[in-house]
C-alpha cells in the first residue's frame, strides 16, 4: 500500500559527498521508524541507519557512524541519508524502509545506486 521512492544517488570521488532522499506516498509519524539498508552486488542487504518517528532517535551501523547523518521531515513525510566523507566501500544499492519496529521494516522503496571511486 505504502510506496517509496529514493533519490539522489550517483557517482562520487572517495571524500565526497551525496544527500539520499526516500518519499513516502503517506504520513510517516504514524509507523515505528524509518531506515536505511544498502546492498552491494553479491552481498546481503546491510543496515546502515533508522530514525525512529517518536522521539527521533538515530541509529547507525558502526560502518558509517560519524559520517552519516539520517533525518526526516513528517511534512513532507521524507527521510534523508546525508552522506560525507564517502568511502569506496559505501558503493551499493540504497534502499529506504518504512517500519514497525527497528529491525522490522514493512514497505521498501525501489532503491538508489551509490558508485564511490577511489
Known amino acids: 500500500q505504502v510506496q517509496l521512492v529514493e533519490s539522489g544517488g550517483g557517482l562520487v570521488q572517495a571524500g565526497g559527498s551525496l544527500r539520499l532522499s526516500c518519499a513516502a506516498s503517506?504520513?510517516?509519524?504514524?509507523?515505528?521508524?524509518m531506515g536505511w539498508f544498502r546492498q552491494a552486488p553479491g552481498k546481503e542487504r546491510e543496515f546502515v541507519a533508522a530514525?525512529?518517528?517518536?522521539?527521533?532517535?538515530?541509529y547507525y551501523a558502526d560502518s558509517v557512524k560519524g559520517r552519516f547523518t539520517i533525518s526526516v521531515n513528517n511534512a513532507k513525510n521524507t527521510v534523508y541519508l546525508q552522506m560525507n566523507s564517502l568511502k569506496p566501500e559505501d558503493t551499493a544499492v540504497y534502499f529506504c524502509?518504512?517500519?514497525?519496529?527497528?529491525?522490522?521494516?514493512?514497505?521498501w522503496g525501489q532503491g538508489t545506486q551509490v558508485t564511490v571511486s577511489s
Open positions: 530514525i525512529r518517528m517518536s522521539g527521533g532517535s538515530t
Open positions: 524502509g518504512l517500519g514497525s519496529s527497528l529491525f522490522d521494516y514493512d514497505y
Open positions: 503517506e504520513r510517516t509519524f504514524s509507523y515505528y521508524a
